[in-house]
């Protein structure tokens, strides 16, 4: 089969995407590859000092973190290793007190609104409350169709290999599949759906014309 049809669809489903993001209010932008997301990333918030990172592995792809802290810049990243208990949760806390988060999304819909599920809740508080500018960056892959299917992502595709990744002893980190669970080590506690940018917080979002991330 042609794959050029595919590069098609995929073109229009994340320019639709795009131009919705941008009409619900949020700073929307197409990157084509992870380094050409890294530069626009850091063409915004270089002017910025102390920076918050979610438990991300689409920001780290795009090599964003290790400019920052060739920059001299100060990163409060609880992934960072051999920390300590105490350490993590301060690193959390810090992420809602810096001048800018970098994160990610689970999905995004075709209609333009950003959905995120959370075990702890650090990231989804930091993107909506705290720093004055929020950059999410997300994979082609991350674009759903519309909003029942952004939440259907997330249980079916994001949540069970989020899980599987950190070794929760989950039922969807055994079967792939998601069980309503209430399982002590479950991932889906807390659901937030940016319809719009919070009044009081700077969202960019950066589409990467590749798939990154869960």
């Not at 301060?90 to 994160?103: I, K, M, N, T, V």
């Not at 004055?132 to 259907?152: E, F, Q, T, Y």
Request: aromatic letters at 4%.
């Amino acid at each position: 089969m042609d794959d050029r049809y595919h590069r098609w669809l995929e073109r229009k489903r994340t320019e639709r995407c795009l131009w919705n993001l941008n009409r619900n209010g949020f700073d929307a932008h197409l990157a084509p590859n992870p380094q050409a997301a890294c530069s626009l990333v850091l063409s915004m918030i270089s002017a910025y000092e102390s920076f918050g990172v979610g438990g991300s592995d689409t920001v780290r792809a795009i090599g964003i973190v290790d400019e920052l802290r060739i920059m001299g810049k100060t990163i409060h990243d609880h992934w960072e290793p051999e920390r300590s208990p105490e350490e993590i949760q301060a690193a959390r806390l810090a992420q809602g007190r810096s001048d800018c988060f970098l994160c990610s999304a689970n999905a995004v819909s075709e209609d333009g609104e950003v959905v995120n599920v959370d075990g702890i809740g650090n990231r989804v508080a930091a993107m909506i409350f705290g720093p004055r500018k929020v950059v999410v960056v997300a994979g082609a892959n991350k674009i759903a169709a519309d909003l029942p299917a952004a939440l259907r992502r997330v249980r079916e595709v994001a949540a069970p290999m989020r899980a599987k990744s950190l070794g929760m002893e989950t039922p969807c980190a055994a079967s792939g599949r998601c069980a309503d669970c209430n399982a002590p080590q479950r991932i889906c506690r807390i659901t937030t759906i940016l319809h719009r940018p919070p009044m009081q917080t700077d969202i960019s979002v950066v589409l990467v014309s590749q798939s990154l991330g869960y």
